[in-house]
């Protein structure tokens, strides 16, 4: 297409080029109107022609040019995370009947590269133990390295949480390369007593951007036998 319209203003300015030479050199008598009139119209006509070529040129250079943008936006996306969001989970009593497993997922379109993450058990405020004050203060904190998450696949975290010894309340702080989220996440039995039920809030820059009520599932496939892996498949 655009070697088309390359051509078409080619040929349009060697039509009016030729007809400016051969009127220079042939001009029409004075009493010849309808010869000059024909001159007039061909001037106009592709002239008219050759705005319209130039006009479609710059429309179809602008989506190129915006096409490309969202190529290059698409491929930071896809190396960063975008705006995908991670986030912990519990799976149920797989280790210890006490106690609850986490699973690291992600919601969104693109993978997170270098996802790693602090928790926190309690409602605020929290007050800290002698050993955690001096790590805070000596910048010691302990975050723990997830690696990648993809939206299909979840990954079964050596971290398990005990809703009953410690109120079923965890500030989560994870990080990646996409930036950081906040998780607010509760955790408390089911009414057989059998398993555990949660509610997950995520926010990012102090914005709620995903939430899960109690009652509510994270997209994945899930069996009473599911073994203690390091992965598990989502539906998507």
Do not use: C
Request: net charge neutral; no cysteine.
């Amino acid at each position: 297409m655009d070697t088309a319209i390359l051509l078409g203003l080619a040929f349009t300015t060697f039509l009016m080029g030729n007809m400016g030479l051969h009127l220079t050199l042939h001009p029409p008598l004075p009493e010849d109107i309808t010869l000059k009139s024909r001159y007039k119209f061909g001037f106009v006509a592709l002239g008219v022609l050759s705005v319209a070529l130039i006009l479609v040129q710059g429309v179809r250079s602008s989506a190129a040019q915006d096409h490309l943008v969202e190529v290059a936006e698409s491929a930071v996306q896809a190396t960063t995370g975008g705006t995908s969001i991670p986030f912990l989970y519990p799976v149920g009593k797989l280790v210890d009947d006490d106690g609850a497993s986490l699973v690291a997922m992600a919601k969104g379109k693109y993978r997170i590269q270098n996802v790693s993450y602090q928790i926190t058990a309690g409602r605020p405020p929290y007050n800290l133990s002698p050993r955690e004050l001096n790590d805070t203060i000596a910048g010691r904190t302990d975050w723990f390295s997830i690696g990648d998450l993809n939206p299909k696949f979840g990954i079964i975290i050596r971290h398990l949480v005990y809703p009953r010894q410690d109120s079923g309340y965890y500030t989560i702080n994870l990080a990646a390369n996409n930036g950081e989220v906040v998780e607010k996440l509760e955790i408390r039995p089911t009414q057989s007593g059998q398993g555990w039920e949660s509610k997950v809030v995520v926010f990012r820059d102090d914005k709620e951007v995903f939430k899960l009520d109690f009652g509510e599932l994270p997209d994945f496939v899930w069996t009473k036998s599911l073994p203690v892996s390091r992965t598990m498949t989502f539906n998507k």
